[in-house]
């Protein structure tokens, strides 16, 4: 899946702007921004819980779709974006579906795309959501979640569901396809990161996936 180019170099948000959206509970989807890291969130690539280099490549109103923006590395996958178009399009390759409630995702042909989220204080957080397969012919991701370099869990969907087919312009017909659910607790110190990494299971082509994930604050200390 190719994406639109255009380069641009992010500003670092300080991280001091985290502390503001410490407070209940943080979402990656409404969060998205032009800004990489913003806040408690960062966009990037790399080996999931192993290393992690920050796009730097923000790519709006991708391949002359309103609103839907991507991070890149040079132009191409992997990636982190959002459809912030306010209505569900078909992706720029005909195959893929770009929902509006989802952060769109696709690994690169040798690494993962990975978005993480930095603890803003010491404390016990809760975090839920979910995987989805968003291409019509999908030939596997294994979905990662790490907490600094200790695996959480990898799922692999091993090809999984695609989106249903149909004339490309009737959205009636498309829908989102297998996906994976998680929840789980964590008591993390200040700065500690999680990662949610999106790896191809051997084959880059036809993966764009969706995120959704929220993050509460169950008790935090100073």
Same mark, same amino acid.
């Given at each position: 899946?190719?994406?639109? /180019? ?5 500003? &670092? ?10 407070? !209940?509970?943080? #979402? ?5 921004? *032009?800004?990489?890291? /913003?806040?408690?969130?960062?966009? !990037? ?5 192993? *290393?992690? =280099? &920050? ?6 109103? #991708? ?42 995702? /696709? ?15 010491? !404390? ?17 991701? $294994? ?11 990898? =799922? ?5 569901? !695609? ?6 312009? #009737?959205? &009636? $017909?498309?829908?989102?396809?297998? *996906? ?43």
């Amino acid at each position: 899946m190719r994406f639109a /180019h255009a380069s641009t170099v992010a500003v &670092a948000l300080a991280f001091a702007a985290a502390g503001a959206a410490h407070a !209940g509970s943080v #979402n990656a989807v409404t969060a998205f921004s *032009s800004v990489n890291p /913003h806040g408690v969130w960062s966009y !990037g690539y790399g080996t999931t819980g192993t *290393s992690f =280099t &920050a796009y730097t490549d923000y790519v709006p109103n #991708n391949g002359g779709q309103t609103n839907v923006n991507f991070w890149t590395l040079d132009g191409y996958v992997p990636v982190v974006g959002r459809n912030q178009s306010g209505v569900t399009v078909i992706g720029t390759a005909g195959t893929n579906l770009f929902p509006t409630n989802v952060l769109l995702m /696709h690994p690169g042909e040798s690494t993962d795309s990975i978005v993480q989220w930095t603890a803003p204080k010491a !404390g016990t957080y809760k975090f839920s959501g979910l995987y989805e397969i968003l291409d019509e012919d999908p030939t596997g991701i $294994t979905a990662l979640i790490f907490d600094n370099a200790t695996d959480i869990t990898s =799922t692999a969907f091993n090809g999984g569901t !695609g989106v249903l087919t149909g004339p490309p312009a #009737n959205l &009636a $017909t498309k829908r989102p396809g297998g *996906s994976e659910a998680f929840s789980f607790t964590l008591t993390v110190k200040k700065r500690e990161v999680v990662s949610f990494g999106l790896n191809n299971d051997g084959n880059y082509l036809f993966d764009t996936t969706g995120l959704k994930l929220l993050v509460q604050s169950v008790t935090a200390g100073p």
